[in-house]
């Protein structure tokens, strides 16, 4: 059976090498590999055999896998961010695993400045289908990237695949890396104000799904972090003040006091909490 992977890229030219070193060495073989440039500043190109689409304005990143999507042949379905990789025996385990599963996500290394972490998702409401998850290609027919979100659409298509009643299969495999850019405004997370508009799209249409306090607070929290950081600093602290509110206790109001002193102690603070959580999920496993 052909399985797709698409990488949606935008500018960034070695970090598309990159991806597609171990993409293009799959352990399974009957695949193929479609980059989608969202009209990138530059030329981007592909290794002969890889199909590149290119957008001719801007469209977003929901939009860029939405055009994969509809171009992919494949059976299975993958996603994959330009600044990311799957690693070779990605296509392989997950379509072993899929079994009657609507999708398989995998263990993910995330790569920071000067320390690693390894997460392994959850299934549930509030998990975040990005890139690096092996779709059945029918659950495209039901739910789709949307396109209106310059933000969290990840979030958003996982409350969708939740409500749907779709099926996800986790495997703890290590079979996926992230990595955290040094300078953040290097990353294309960065809050420009479009994005920060996709934040209040995706805020309005989805608040009503966090029902439970600690949901609630790390909806606001997350508000909060991109607003206050996009450089609307007061907006955010009423976002992280409002999340206090909804779950007060001693985490957060650390993260509500922090972001009071600036962002860069907050920013220092997240890294602390970071790598503790890392600590503990080590020790852990």
Request: proline content about 3%; some cysteine.
């Amino acid at each position: 059976m052909v399985a797709s992977i698409i990488i949606t890229a935008y500018n960034r030219l070695e970090l598309l090498k990159r991806a597609l070193k171990n993409v293009l060495n799959q352990t399974y073989k009957d695949y193929e590999v479609i980059v989608v440039d969202d009209c990138s500043d530059v030329a981007l190109e592909v290794p002969q055999g890889v199909r590149l689409i290119r957008h001719i304005f801007n469209k977003g990143l929901s939009a860029a896998r939405n055009t994969g999507i509809k171009a992919a042949k494949g059976t299975f379905i993958c996603t994959l961010d330009d600044d990311n990789e799957l690693s070779p025996d990605f296509l392989s385990r997950t379509i072993q695993e899929i079994g009657d599963y609507d999708a398989v996500a995998v263990g993910r290394t995330i790569r920071y400045k000067d320390f690693s972490d390894y997460v392994v998702p959850k299934a549930g409401k509030f998990m975040s289908l990005d890139w690096g998850i092996l779709f059945k290609r029918e659950v495209f027919d039901k739910i789709q990237y949307d396109e209106a979100l310059r933000a969290n659409e990840d979030s958003d298509m996982g409350l969708q695949f939740y409500n749907a009643g779709l099926r996800m299969n986790v495997l703890s495999e290590p079979l996926t890396i992230a990595y955290d850019a040094e300078n953040p405004r290097e990353s294309l997370s960065w809050p420009s104000e479009r994005e920060l508009d996709g934040m209040k799209k995706f805020f309005n249409k989805n608040q009503h799904e966090y029902t439970e306090p600690k949901e609630r607070w790390c909806l606001y929290r997350l508000m909060a972090r991109k607003f206050y950081r996009g450089g609307h600093r007061l907006v955010g602290l009423r976002f992280m003040g409002r999340g206090f509110m909804f779950y007060p206790n001693p985490r957060s109001f650390a993260h509500l006091l922090f972001l009071c002193l600036g962002w860069k102690v907050y920013d220092s603070f997240m890294s602390i909490e970071e790598k503790v959580a890392a600590k503990k999920r080590l020790l852990r496993d």
